[in-house]
């Protein structure tokens, strides 16, 4: 029996007000695709913004007004960044409790900001560093492994508590990097 194979990609993305999600289902040509829903959880939260019946869904951004975290400055398009954590994401369409798919999504766009600032602080250029530099490239590479750790950790291994404990270690190993005072 032909069914529909549900999926979407979330890309991680340096745009700190937006989340952008794509439908990538195969979809059967002979078979009705009924009023797809989106369910969306930001961290911290936990119910879902509803988007229901989205005929038009292909790709589709989401801002803090979309969600419901902000609501103040929608009209205007002046957007609050939305937070890192982890975003619980549900698809389905008709009947929704047997055909649907979902996701856990660790949003890391601030803490990707942190990072390439800290890239950017190091004074490097286009020959081989000096030792300071090169511990300092050394921390970052681990800083990055730990970020792209925890992101599998959530997505891929389903173990949300010891992805953010990895997240949250690699945000305290740059704080001590940004850290002059310390």
Known sequence: MAKHILALDIPTTLNKCTLRI????IYVDNLEVDCPSLLIT???FVCPVEFNCMDDFCCKTFTACDL?????GCQE???????DGIYVIKYSISPHDKVFVEYNHLRITKALWEYNELLCD???SDCTPGQETKMKLAKLRQVKTYLDAAKATVEICHDPKKGMDLYNY??????KMNCTDC
């Not at 419901?68 to 103040?72: F, I, K, W, Y």
């Not at 398009?77 to 937070?83: A, F, G, V």
Request: hydrophobic content about 25%; charged content about 30%.
């Open 122 to 124: 190091l004074d490097l």
């Open 77 to 83: 398009s002046c957007y609050e960044d939305l937070p």
């Open 68 to 72: 419901g975290l902000q609501t103040e």
């Open 170 to 175: 690699a945000l305290k190993q740059m704080k």
């Open 22 to 25: 794509c439908d990538e289902s």
């Open 42 to 44: 930001p961290p911290g």
